[in-house]
């Protein structure tokens, strides 16, 4: 039987990047999409993952897409783990510019691809059994916390949307997957967010015993896609073993209390 297809966003860094690797160790056809076309390159010749490279808040680059996919072979999977935060302004203090773009970024580039691939995952479920749509949200989509407002809303506006999607789909063979995330340790996420303060960046997780990892987000997100096609894990919250909530974070070693 030929291998199935993954389309990964985000795939040029993180926890896409983690997830292109992860599916294709595991037998995966996997498509590898972010704007860095350098960076995917080097994943291609890595590991095999194709490059393409499109701005996911373009309309014409996602309609592109689409039409390569279609011509290259089927589409099993999309993973949209593509997105990310700007800025941790009060919401008093928020600026629209970066508001606007963790709109962009997290819920119409999840609205236009789900409008642009929903016609391949049909076709790949209805000829190989079944096809997933998987969203990375965040913990952030569940929980406000001071400074995260810009974040909490596009994540949860998000997460309204795969939900809402699951409920459309009812009754075809499309499973809708959401993967919520707590603090995950990548690269750029913070730095991103805090405008490229690498200091700040790494105050995020100072003394936090093991973030999760991209590799443990991936390792989720593998086993979500390979679980048995009738098993739909709707949702699943993740989070390192230090975060026992959004306001709950141990920092320094953790340790067994005396009973
Ligand atoms: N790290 C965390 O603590 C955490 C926790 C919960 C949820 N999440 C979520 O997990 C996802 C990945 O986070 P991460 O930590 O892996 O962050 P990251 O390393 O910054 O990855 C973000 C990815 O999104 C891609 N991207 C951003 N804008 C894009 C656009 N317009 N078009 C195409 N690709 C775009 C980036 O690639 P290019 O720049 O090359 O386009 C990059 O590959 C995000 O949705 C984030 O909100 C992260």
Known sequence: MANRRAVVTGAS???GEATARALRSRGWDVVGVARRADRLEALEAAT???AYAADLTVEADVEALASWLAGSGPVHALVQVAGGARGTDRVAEGTAADWRWMYEANVLSSQR???HLLPLLRRAAASDSHADALFVTSTAAQVAYPGGGGYNAAK???SMLVSALRLELNGEPIRVIEIAPGMVRTEEFSLNRLGGDAA???????DVEQPLSADDVADVI???LG??????LDLVTVRPVAQSAQHLLAR???RVRES
């Open 200 to 206: 700040a960046a790494d105050d995020v997780y100072a």
């Open 156 to 158: 949860a506006a998000e």
């Open 48 to 50: 095999g993952v194709v």
């Open 222 to 224: 593998a086993y979500a």
């Open 113 to 115: 691809l789900v409008a």
């Open 252 to 254: 320094g070693p953790l």
């Open 227 to 232: 679980a048995p096609g009738h098993v739909n």
């Open 13 to 15: 860094s993180g926890i």
